[in-house]
Each structure stands twice: as structure tokens, then as C-alpha cells.
């Protein structure tokens, strides 16, 4: 790929991300960006992520190959139209937004349908802003390009093979499929966590005994709920229709849940259906989730005892991926979660913790 210059409107998570994903993996480029938060642009220059900030859009972006539209979906239109000004006919004009609807059809308002490919990498964070971007947010993650019907056969395919060329998994979907796609399994998911936070929240105690035993299983299906409420309220309101639309069948789902229980039949073949779909995406033998080489293990609360397990498995030549701990002690599933490369290499650290006298628990 010959040397390519990248423009951003908006540095923050994703953003952010994706140039540092850039700058690890095409080192030569040259990268710009815009953002109303100075501190970003100037820290992303402390990191030599970008080459130069602008105070403001203007003929910088001109020279660009790409642009990505990386500012919250609210402030598309005014950026587009300052943009426009300035654009090549040759730059492939992009976004980051999880909502496309509304954007294709400010393109088409402002006739750049012949270079916008929209983007949406399906990756991220409860926690947001440039400080927290990262280049392997993006890896092996799924990015849903969107692009305009007058947008050329030779732009996707140079769109493809950047988003491939960062680590990226490339899967091309029309918009109103990618909304429809999204709103099921990314929107609905926050705000069913959001409104189950809500609803502990106000059945709680005066004293907060459910906020302060809230365990893993808990925390793990709520965490996203600490996700920024201005970029959620945005989306809820872009996406209104199809997430409208999908929240009043999960709301008759959950009444007929309700009844499940109520009259204590269909229970088990309710959850043996949601378990077998949710292996299968694991299972799957394409795609961003991969088969996992995990055990969880029991360790004393003492200290020395995570150090004591690197080093036994060190000293048998044995590679760790990744290692943390399991706070969710409900299931009985250890306390410590271990991460390995291979089956071989899982099967091996198995071995030798269990004749050690470890007890492992694996799925």
C-alpha cells in the first residue's frame, strides 16, 4: 500500500483507535486531525499518533485519502457541510457511527454519495476519550463498511483491504440492514442493561444491600451501562425505529418469561435454547470469536499466591496469554482466570496444577 494520508474529524475513542491501528501498522502514513478537545490533539502529537493537529476544518484535508467522520453523530452535519469545501473527489469519505441512516442520507443531501463508504467498527469500550484508545481495540473485531450505491467497485475494495490491513474483519452490509443488525445485538443490549442498573437502583434498600452485594454475574451483564449517557441518548435516537421495534418484542419475550415461571413449565428448555445459541457463537468457525484456552483456578486470599502460579508454570516452559482475576465466585469457579495459546498448552498447565494439588475448573 503506497503512502496514504489520513484525515480525522474527532479523536476520541474510536477515533483514536483507529489511528493509533494505522500508525502501528502502515508506520509511514500521515496522519492529521481535528477536535474540539485540544488536550486529545495535543497528546495524540506527544505519542507521534498524529503528525499534525488543526484548529479547525479547513484545506488541511484536502491532500486526504481518507477522512473519517469520528465527532458524536450530532455534529455530522455541520462537519460534513464545513467539509465539503474542501474535499478531493478522489478521498473516500468515511464514519465511525453506530448508526448509519441518518448519515447516508446527509450525504445525500450534500451529493458525496460517489465517495462515502460508511464504517462501523464493532468495538468498544464502557469508557471513552482518546486517553483510553488503544490500536488492538480494533483487532479481529468486525468493522461493517455501508457504502453509498454511486460509490465506485475500487473504493470498497481500498476501504477493504485498509480495514484488513489494521486487523480488522471487513463485512459489507447495506444501512438499514446494519441498523436493523445493530439495534439487536449492540443498542437493545445497553438499554436492557441500563434499565436493569435502574430497576436495582430503585427497588434497592435505603441502606443499598443490593448495590453493595452486586456480584460478578451482575456486574459482567452491566457493565456496559457505564458507557456515556450523551452518545447512548444519541444513538437511541437515531436508531429509534428499530430499537423501538425490537425492546416490544423482547418486552413480550420477558412476559412470556414471566408466565415460564409463574406456572414453572418451559423453564429449562428456555435456558438449554439461549445456551446452545450462545455456544454456537463461540463454536463458530469464522469470525472475530475464537475458541478460548481457559481454565479458572482456586487460590488461597493470601499474598504470593498469583505469583506462585506464574512461577510453577514458568518453571515447565509453559506460555500464559493472559491471566486476572475472577471476582465472580458464585458458580464455584476459582478465583484466578488463566488464558493459554493452545489446547496442548492448556492441557499441559492442567496437568501440572493438578498435581499440585490446584482445583481447576474449566467449562
Given at each position: 500500500?503506497?503512502?496514504?494520508t ?31 478537545n485540544?488536550?486529545?490533539?495535543d ?15 479547513d ?12 465527532a458524536?453523530?450530532?455534529h455530522?452535519a ?5 467539509l465539503k ?18 448519515i ?9 454519495q ?19 484508545a ?20 475500487k ?7 485498509l ?18 443488525v ?7 443490549p ?11 437502583k ?5 441502606d ?10 451482575f ?20 436508531n ?11 418486552i413480550?419475550?420477558l ?6 415461571i ?9 435456558f ?31 499474598p504470593?499466591?498469583i505469583a ?25 469457579e ?15 498447565a ?14
Amino acid at each position: 500500500m503506497n503512502t496514504l494520508t489520513f484525515g480525522f474529524i474527532g479523536l476520541g475513542l474510536i477515533g483514536g483507535s483507529i489511528a493509533k491501528a494505522i500508525r502501528l501498522h502502515l508506520p509511514d502514513a500521515r496522519l492529521i486531525a481535528y477536535d474540539i478537545n485540544s488536550a486529545s490533539l495535543d497528546l495524540a502529537k506527544k505519542e507521534q499518533v498524529i503528525d499534525e493537529s488543526c484548529p479547525s476544518i479547513d484545506g488541511s484535508f484536502g491532500d486526504c485519502d481518507y477522512i473519517f467522520l469520528c465527532a458524536p453523530v450530532s455534529h455530522n452535519a455541520e462537519n460534513l457541510l464545513a467539509l465539503k469545501a474542501f474535499l478531493s473527489p478522489g478521498t473516500i469519505l468515511t464514519d465511525v457511527g453506530s448508526v448509519k441512516t441518518e448519515i447516508h442520507l446527509q450525504i445525500e443531501k450534500l451529493q458525496l454519495q460517489a465517495q462515502f463508504i460508511g464504517g462501523h467498527p464493532m468495538a468498544g469500550s464502557e469508557r471513552f476519550g482518546y486517553q483510553n484508545a488503544k490500536a488492538s481495540l480494533l483487532e479481529n473485531a468486525y468493522y461493517i463498511l455501508t457504502p453509498s450505491e454511486e460509490v465506485s467497485a475500487k473504493k470498497i475494495s481500498s476501504y477493504r483491504t485498509l480495514v484488513e490491513t489494521i486487523g480488522a474483519i471487513p463485512l459489507t452490509l447495506s444501512y438499514k440492514e446494519h441498523d436493523y443488525v445493530t439495534a439487536a445485538i449492540s443498542h437493545l443490549p445497553h438499554v436492557i442493561a441500563a434499565s436493569l442498573v435502574n430497576l436495582v437502583k430503585s427497588c434497592d434498600s435505603k441502606d443499598g444491600v443490593m448495590k453493595m452485594i452486586a456480584a460478578g454475574g451482575f456486574k459482567d451483564i452491566t457493565r456496559i451501562a457505564s458507557s456515556s449517557p450523551e452518545m447512548w441518548q444519541q444513538i437511541c435516537l437515531t436508531n429509534a425505529e428499530n430499537i423501538s421495534s425490537l425492546l416490544r418484542t423482547y418486552i413480550q419475550s420477558l412476559n412470556e418469561l414471566a408466565d415460564y415461571i409463574d406456572d414453572r413449565k418451559n423453564l429449562y428448555s428456555f435456558f438449554e435454547t439461549a445456551r446452545d445459541y450462545r455456544e454456537s457463537f463461540i463454536s463458530a468457525p469464522s469470525g472475530p470469536i475464537k475458541a478460548e484456552y481457559v481454565f479458572t483456578v482456586d487460590i488461597a486470599d493470601k499474598p504470593g499466591a498469583i505469583a506462585a502460579i506464574a512461577s510453577l508454570l514458568a518453571m515447565h516452559d509453559v506460555s500464559i496469554k493472559n491471566i486476572g482475576i475472577n471476582h465472580n465466585r458464585e458458580l464455584a469457579e476459582g478465583a484466578l482466570r488463566i488464558e493459554f495459546y493452545s489446547q496442548d498448552t492448556l492441557s499441559h498447565a492442567m496437568e501440572i496444577m493438578t498435581e499440585h494439588g490446584y482445583k481447576i475448573h474449566t467449562r
